[in-house]
C-alpha cells in the first residue's frame, strides 16, 4: 500500500512539472465523436465508448528535462484516460501534444470516471435526452491529491469542445454552439447524417459541453 502511494506521489508530482509546462492543463480543443447509435447501445445497457482527440500547444519547446519527462506523464494518465495514441511535435517554435483516446459512455450523472460521457433523461426538455461531458469521481481525487502535496495547479474540468454527432435522431438541441462559423444562442435541428458543432467558454465551466437529443 505504501508503495503504490508513493507512486501515485511521484506521478502526481511529474504532472505538476510538465502540466504547468504546457500553460495549465488546458486543451486548445477537444474533439469528440459520438454516434447516435452507441447513445443508444449504451441505454440498452452495453458497454460503449466514444472517441476523442485533444491538443495541447506552448509556446516554447520544452528544455531536456522536461522533455524527458512528458512521455512518463502522459502514460501515467492511463490510470484515469485511456489514452490509445501520443505525439508531439514543434511546430513554428511552439511545442503541440496530441492525444487520442476514449472516454467510457454512462447513463447516468455522476461516475467514478475521471471524464466520461454523460446520457441521462432530460430533466428540462420531455423526451429529450441530455448529453454532455462530465468529469468523475477520479477525477476530484486527483485534485485533492495535488492539493495535498501542497501544489496550485489549473488542471482544467472542462475544455473548448468540438462534437461530431453522426447518426439520425428527430431533433438536436445543442445550447451557445457554433456551427459553419455561426453562433447559436441554441443551434436546434433534425439530425439526418452528421452535425459538427464547437462549445466553449463560461458556460460550460459548471455544466461541461453537451447537448439534447430524442433518440426514439
Known amino acids: 500500500m505504501s508503495a503504490a502511494i508513493h507512486a501515485g506521489a511521484r506521478r502526481i508530482l511529474l504532472s505538476v512539472v510538465v502540466a504547468l509546462a504546457l500553460a495549465g492543463c488546458r486543451a486548445d480543443e477537444v474533439e469528440v465523436n459520438i454516434n447516435t447509435t452507441e447513445l443508444r447501445s449504451a441505454l440498452a445497457g452495453n458497454d460503449v465508448t466514444v472517441a476523442f482527440h485533444a491538443v495541447f ?5 520544452l528544455n531536456t528535462r522536461e522533455s524527458a519527462q512528458v512521455d512518463d506523464v502522459w502514460s ?3 490510470d484515469f484516460v485511456e489514452i ?3 505525439s508531439r511535435e514543434t511546430i513554428d517554435g511552439r511545442l503541440r501534444v496530441t492525444i487520442d483516446g476514449e472516454i467510457p459512455v454512462r447513463t447516468s450523472r455522476t461516475a467514478r470516471d475521471a471524464y466520461y460521457l454523460s446520457v441521462t433523461e432530460s430533466q428540462a426538455f420531455s423526451g429529450l435526452h441530455r448529453v454532455n461531458l462530465r468529469t468523475g469521481e477520479r477525477f476530484e481525487a486527483l485534485r485533492q491529491a495535488l492539493a495535498s502535496v501542497n501544489f496550485e495547479l489549473d488542471l482544467a474540468a472542462v475544455h473548448p469542445t468540438r462534437t461530431t454527432l453522426t447518426g439520425r435522431a428527430p431533433r438536436v438541441l445543442a445550447p451557445a454552439a457554433g456551427t459553419d462559423g455561426e453562433a447559436h444562442l441554441v443551434y436546434h435541428d433534425t439530425l439526418t447524417d452528421n452535425l459538427t458543432f464547437r462549445q466553449a467558454g463560461a458556460a460550460f465551466e459548471s455544466t461541461g459541453p453537451g447537448f439534447f437529443i430524442r433518440l426514439e
Not at 500547444?57 to 519547446?61: D, G, K, V, Y
Open 76 to 78: 501515467a494518465l492511463g
Open 84 to 86: 490509445s495514441d501520443f
Open 57 to 61: 500547444t506552448h509556446e516554447r519547446p
